[in-house]
């Protein structure tokens, strides 16, 4: 099962919690350059991991004088990016696991262990999804009321999901 993304909804149920909030009030000039080229640099999983978000940040800084909005706008441009990693990830990590659950069932240990790989990436995938939307919307929520709640979400959901992506394309490097 691919990992539905559901940040239209979260965006426009944050944006009325923040009164005056309009919608990004210039054209996003978001391009994935910045990310791939700090990936294409970084030594190791750590280095990988701060890489999240570098595109967003480029993106703002494109801007003259950007509002929340626009910000939050930029980080959503590259939760987006991560999303499609994310579920190309997945849909070849899928792969993988029927093929080693196949393999698996030839083996005669198969019937005392009745579990399957693709059963149980579903279900981890599935469960981050939701996870990863209560814990942006309590980031968010955190801050409602202030000119952040948006930017708090947007950032979350952006680098929850950039985390997940990589995680998903090591496992289907292993």
Same mark, same amino acid.
């Given at each position: 099962m691919r990992c539905i993304? #559901? +940040?239209?909804? /979260?965006?426009?149920? +944050?944006?009325?919690? *923040?009164?005056g909030v309009a +919608?990004? !009030? !210039?054209? *996003?000039?978001? =391009?994935?350059?910045? &990310?791939? =080229?700090?990936? %294409?640099?970084?030594?190791?999983a750590s280095a990988k991991r701060d890489c999240i978000g570098a595109s967003a940040q480029a993106c703002r800084k494109a801007m003259k004088?950007?509002?929340?909005?626009? /910000?939050a706008a930029c980080m959503g441009a590259e939760a987006e990016y991560w999303t499609l990693r994310m579920n190309t990830a997945y849909d070849q990590m899928m792969? $993988?696991? $029927? +093929?080693a659950d196949e393999k698996f069932a030839q083996n005669a240990k198969s019937k005392a262990i009745p579990f399957k790989l693709t059963e149980d990436l579903?279900?981890? !995938? &599935?469960a981050w999804a939701d996870w990863r939307e209560k #814990?942006? %919307?309590?980031?968010?929520?955190m801050r409602r009321g202030t000119p952040y709640t948006m930017t708090a979400a947007s950032?979350?959901?952006?680098?929850? /999901?950039g985390e997940q992506a990589q995680f998903l394309e090591s496992a289907v490097a292993y």
């Open positions: 993304m #559901r +940040l239209v909804p /979260i965006m426009a149920a +944050l944006a009325l919690c *923040v009164p +919608l990004a !009030q !210039q054209a *996003v000039p978001f =391009t994935p350059e910045a &990310t791939e =080229t700090c990936l %294409s640099n970084a030594q190791g004088d950007p509002a929340n909005t626009d /910000i792969e $993988k696991a $029927k +093929l579903e279900l981890m !995938q &599935t #814990r942006c %919307s309590v980031e968010a929520m950032n979350c959901t952006m680098k929850l /999901i």
